[in-house]
């Protein structure tokens, strides 16, 4: 017996999830577009630049009050910052998507037998030959909408489709504002309540790292990598950039 048949046997419910009617069903559904990446860009971002920003003003020995001014000023300036530009990088993204579709629709029209050429090429270096060959050729080739996707994904290497950048955008600032937000916390805590909090700066610290670990625990769905090497790297990068901010802090009050 062959190891995948093994496998399935070990796991039914694996075996369930590869029969005809469930193989119909979940190719039959529209591939969903994930924003996991842009979730996690915004938030990882918007802990560290935010927590520089205390870290800074902390180790220069600023007032609280100008502290909540940088960073609340960081949050959102910043926050947006990464917003228009993940938008504007992904229309960019479709942009050249739809105009390498224009252009292999017009190459398709114009010069149907080189295209076609193209396909053959294309499928015989994947391993098909004579009789097998020509078959995939004119199955491919009889599909106008077929025949420009397979050239933008092989030819091209495109995809079919391209994230909503729109979406894209306001999940990167959600969570920019979101988990930047808790390096803040405590100081508008200690804002509101005047000395109801001591040590602010260790509370956003330990906050902070928390939120880092926490991301980057999440992260490690996204990139395949255990849950907690994903937290602690992305709690050592957060890390080293609050620690630089503080000591370039503490480097200008003295300067200054």
């Known amino acids: 017996m062959r190891a995948p048949a093994r496998a399935a046997m070990r796991d039914p419910s694996l075996a369930s999830e590869h029969s005809p009617d469930a193989v119909r069903h979940r190719l039959s559904v529209p591939p969903r577009t994930s924003y996991l990446r842009d979730f996690i860009y915004g938030a990882i971002d ?23 001014i940088l960073g609340g000023a ?47 090429q294309i499928f015989a270096a994947k391993g098909f ?19 420009v996707s397979t050239m933008l994904s092989e030819e091209l290497g495109l995809g079919a489709t391209a994230p909503d950048p729109l979406r894209a955008g306001a999940t990167t600032f959600l969570a920019f504002i979101t988990v930047g937000f808790f390096p803040l916390a405590a100081y508008v805590f200690d804002a509101i309540a005047p000395g109801g909090l001591d ?40 890390g ?11 480097l200008l009050e003295r300067l200054v």
Do not use: C
Request: without cysteine.
């Open 46 to 68: 918007g802990a560290v630049t935010t927590f520089a920003v205390v870290a800074g003003v902390a180790g220069a020995k600023l007032s609280p009050t100008v502290l909540l």
């Open 74 to 120: 960081n949050l959102i300036a910043d926050g947006f910052s990464m917003a228009v530009s993940n938008f504007l990088g992904l229309r960019a993204e479709r942009q050249q998507l739809e105009l390498a579709r224009q252009e292999e629709e017009r190459h398709v029209s114009l010069v149907p037998e080189g295209e076609r050429e193209e396909i053959r």
């Open 129 to 147: 030959e004579g009789a097998d060959l020509d078959r995939v050729v004119e199955v491919i080739t009889a599909d106008r909408d077929l025949w």
């Open 199 to 238: 040590h602010a700066l260790a509370w956003s610290a330990a906050m902070t790292a928390a939120a880092f670990f926490a991301v980057g625990s999440l992260k490690a769905r996204f990139v395949e990598q255990a849950w907690w090497r994903a937290g602690l790297e992305t709690l050592a990068v957060g």
């Open 240 to 250: 080293s950039a609050a620690a630089l901010a503080y000591a370039a802090g503490a």
